[in-house]
T-cell receptor, first 114, second 114 residues
């Protein structure tokens, strides 16, 4: 079982719709959760971090964390063609020996159609 | 804030030669730096983790004698690919964290070995 699982997609949504990206993780001790956006041929860019259960909003982006279900999601409201990219979920145990151990999902490719 | 640079952005070298890639944190001190490799249409693969002044910790299957990592200061880490071969052609990306929870990526270096 992979530490972080994501549906590879592609997820296609029309412009203006809400895109919902999901991620599950295996280690219940995980403390920190991140969403990165990666455009083709470019390096990942941090767009959201979340550390406690619930929702965290930043502009058009909302990250949702449910530690009981070991589930983290990213909602993109009013999706734009420029949001078309691969979204990577990352998880960090954030303590002790594992402070520097990040696990990345394989990414979900999002296509926003004009 | 949290800007990480890499140099060079692209490099082409001949088989058997060595290539050095630099990773710098421009506006923060990076207690930890990471080196990743990404092949086309594949996910990020962590190669090694380095802390300033310490030996790098390599992931299983990564040859430490082939991929030399030096983290000589809190703002600079280097990756040297020794005796490069065509199969080493890839997108190499560094990232850094400042002791906080988040990890910031450099723009990447595309290596082509002919």
């Amino acid at each position: 079982q992979k530490e972080v699982e994501q549906n590879s997609g592609p997820l296609s949504v029309p412009e203006g719709a809400i895109a919902s990206l999901n991620c599950t993780y295996s280690d219940r001790g995980s403390q920190s959760f991140f969403w990165y956006r990666q455009y083709s041929g470019k390096s990942p860019e941090l767009i959201m971090s979340i550390y406690s259960n619930g929702d965290k909003e930043d502009g058009r982006f909302t990250a949702q964390l449910n530690k009981a279900s070991q589930y983290v999601s990213l909602l993109i409201r009013d999706s734009q063609p420029s949001d078309s990219a691969t979204y990577l979920c990352a998880v960090n145990l954030s303590r002790g020996y594992n402070f520097n151990k990040f696990y990345f999902g394989s990414g979900t490719k999002l296509n926003v159609k004009p | 804030g949290a800007v990480v640079s890499q140099h060079p952005s692209r490099v082409i070298c001949k088989s058997g030669t060595s290539v050095k890639i630099e990773c710098r944190s421009l506006d923060f001190q990076a207690t930890t730096m990471f080196w990743y490799r990404q092949f086309p249409k594949q996910s990020l693969m962590l190669m090694a983790t380095s802390n300033e002044g310490s030996k790098a910790t390599y992931e299983q299957g990564v040859e430490k004698d082939k991929f030399l990592i030096n983290h000589a200061s809190l703002t600079l880490s280097t990756l040297t690919v020794t005796s490069a071969h065509p199969e080493d052609s890839s997108f190499y990306i560094c990232s850094a964290r400042d002791g906080g929870h988040e990890q910031y990526f450099g723009p990447g270096t595309r290596l082509t070995v002919t």
